[in-house]
């Protein structure tokens, strides 16, 4: 399964970015699928993550903000950033699963690489 993930990028506070996760076509329409963020020295932070049927689950620090989606005939998963802040500076990665929602990053077994966002204030 290989994923690559797309859309970072340097933008102002208050502006948005979509970023995207191709998945490889091995990667089934029944994964659940996740974004991550991980600024130098801290842990990897969840994000958001949907499941194969379209539930959703967001972190707090996101909610209202982000919205995940996916498109199973691309085999894509997307994250669209609003309201920017120069918190959700990070590099962005994308991650799946078999089934089922969670925000524990060691839960998903394959991983992206990530894709660099800045916010500057």
């Known amino acids: 399964v290989q994923l690559q993930a797309s859309g970072g990028g340097l933008v102002q506070a208050g502006t948005s970015l979509r970023l995207s996760c191709s998945a490889s076509?091995?990667?089934?329409?029944?994964?659940?699928m996740g974004w991550f963020r991980q600024v130098p020295g801290k842990e990897r932070e969840f994000v958001a993550a949907i499941s194969s049927w379209g539930a959703t689950y967001y972190a707090d620090s996101v909610k209202g903000r982000f919205t995940i989606s996916r498109d199973n005939a691309k085999n894509t998963v997307y994250l669209q950033m609003n309201s920017l802040k120069p918190e959700d500076t990070a590099v962005y990665y994308c991650?799946?699963?078999?089934?089922?929602?969670?925000?524990?990053?060691?839960?998903?077994?394959?991983w992206g690489q990530g894709t660099l966002v800045t916010v500057s204030s």
């Open positions: 991650a799946t699963k078999p089934s089922g929602l969670s925000q524990e990053a060691s839960s998903y077994v394959y």
């Open positions: 076509a091995r990667t089934s329409s029944a994964y659940t």
